[in-house]
């Protein structure tokens, strides 16, 4: 139902060639060509800037199970870029591509929750969401975590239980498989208000991470040490 529409395009527009070319590999199920497409009118390249059918591209890609095209969905119904706002049906995607293993989804999922954002609020979910997201590696998932206690721990019933456990996932990722996490785990130590600061921890954290060539760690590692 969705590709059929997309022959409305060609006909409304004057389109280039390699453009029409692309509609229809998208129309035969190239997910990829379908997000490229979604690209390229969400961001002027070779068509004029369209919002609408951008989202009519990704969403054919995410129906071809296409998680970054998903992803670019959600994000328009957060923002209303080329639909209606619709802050459930963004969360609803964001959630599907976190169960998928996607870490940005569930850090973005997550820090909205956490802050109460575009109408998305419960604490208690998004610390999981960013928790999964820093438990994928993803670096700034930890450390949203990180600023989502420090802002926003009034609303748990029991903060510390949320800090011992985010204490505990950082530091199994930094001294496990995910040398992404030293940084954020020093980070804890230097800045943390539920964790005692200390600095040799600190730069402990920042050089096993280095070593592990992770230039935030590197960088934090030096002005320790200045």
Same mark, same amino acid.
């Given at each position: 139902?969705?590709?059929?529409?997309?022959?409305?395009?060609?006909? @409304?527009?004057?389109?280039?060639?390699?453009?029409?070319? $692309?509609?229809?590999?998208?129309?035969?199920?190239?997910?990829?060509?379908?997000?490229?497409?979604?690209?390229?009118?969400?961001?002027?390249?070779?068509?004029?800037?369209?919002?609408?059918? !951008? *989202?009519?591209?990704?969403?054919?890609?995410? =129906?071809? &199970?296409?998680?970054? !095209?998903? !992803?670019?969905? @959600?994000?328009?119904?957060? +923002?209303?870029?080329?639909?209606?706002? =619709? !802050?459930?049906? #963004?969360?609803?995607?964001?959630?599907? =591509?976190?169960?998928?293993?996607?870490?940005?989804?569930?850090?973005?999922?997550?820090?909205?929750?956490?802050?109460?954002?575009?109408?998305?609020?419960? *604490?208690?979910?998004?610390?999981?969401?960013? &928790?999964? #997201?820093?438990?994928?590696?993803?670096?700034?998932?930890?450390?949203?975590? $990180?600023?989502?206690?420090?802002?926003?721990?009034?609303? @748990?019933?029991?903060?510390?239980?949320?800090?011992?456990?985010?204490?505990?996932?950082? +530091?199994?990722?930094?001294?496990?498989?995910?040398?992404?996490?030293?940084?954020?785990?020093?980070?804890?130590?230097?800045?943390?208000?539920?964790?005692?600061?200390?600095?040799? @921890?600190?730069? #402990?954290?920042? &050089?096993?991470?280095?070593?592990?060539?992770?230039?935030?760690?590197?960088?934090?590692?030096?002005?320790?040490?200045?």
């Amino acid at each position: 139902v969705l590709l059929s529409a997309f022959a409305d395009t060609a006909v @409304a527009q004057a389109l280039p060639a390699p453009l029409t070319e $692309q509609i229809q590999d998208c129309q035969s199920g190239n997910a990829q060509t379908c997000h490229g497409l979604g690209l390229s009118f969400a961001e002027g390249r070779i068509v004029a800037r369209d919002y609408r059918e !951008s *989202f009519r591209y990704h969403q054919a890609a995410c =129906n071809l &199970e296409h998680l970054a !095209s998903c !992803s670019d969905i @959600a994000s328009a119904f957060i +923002e209303g870029r080329g639909v209606p706002q =619709n !802050s459930p049906a #963004a969360a609803e995607i964001y959630r599907s =591509n976190c169960q998928l293993g996607v870490s940005g989804s569930c850090a973005l999922l997550g820090v909205y929750f956490a802050n109460g954002l575009h109408g998305l609020n419960n *604490f208690s979910d998004g610390m999981d969401l960013l &928790e999964r #997201a820093c438990e994928l590696a993803s670096e700034i998932g930890c450390l949203w975590a $990180q600023q989502a206690l420090e802002q926003h721990g009034d609303q @748990a019933s029991d903060i510390q239980h949320y800090a011992d456990r985010h204490f505990a996932l950082v +530091e199994a990722g930094c001294y496990g498989p995910k040398p992404r996490a030293c940084y954020a785990l020093g980070d804890l130590y230097m800045n943390s208000a539920y964790l005692e600061h200390d600095r040799i @921890a600190a730069q #402990a954290a920042f &050089e096993r991470g280095c070593s592990r060539d992770h230039q935030l760690a590197c960088t934090a590692l030096t002005h320790l040490q200045e």
